[in-house]
């Protein structure tokens, strides 16, 4: 069993930056690949990056990349957001998630295991 919780959301202005954290528990949580997904309202939720277990590979979804970078610390047992510069568009609610490998190009929901409660980005214009 795995427990994740988000924090670090907020408001923001165009072109700021905000970084996300997600605290994991449970005994697998270094052992697994890390992903953040975002669901902004009236919309399905959609992928945004993943990292592997030890932190040595990444993928962005192309909306995100160059701009957003995720990072891992598992000696602390939490996967970081960095988010820059964010436009309105980048507004909803971000989860990060927990799969059940090491590493894989895992953009669907169906392909985590566990899941946080979700912190609130708001990106005004």
């Known amino acids: 069993q795995v427990q994740l919780v988000e924090s670090g959301g907020g408001l923001v202005q165009a072109g700021g930056s905000l970084r996300l954290s997600c605290a994991g528990s449970?005994?697998?949580?270094?052992?697994?690949?890390m992903g953040w997904f975002r669901q902004a309202s009236g919309k399905e939720r959609e992928f945004v990056s993943i990292i592997s277990w030890s932190g040595d590979m990444t993928y962005y979804a192309d909306s995100v990349k160059g701009r957003f970078t995720i990072s891992r610390d598992n000696a602390k047992n939490t996967v970081y957001l960095q988010m820059n510069s964010l436009k309105p568009e980048d507004t909803a609610v971000y989860y990060c998630?927990?799969?059940?490998?090491?590493?894989?190009?895992?953009?669907?929901?169906?392909?985590?295991?566990?899941w946080g409660q979700g912190t609130q980005v708001t990106v005004s214009s």
């Open positions: 449970g005994r697998t949580f270094s052992s697994n690949a």
């Open positions: 998630a927990a799969s059940r490998v090491r590493w894989g190009i895992l953009t669907q929901t169906q392909s985590y295991a566990y």
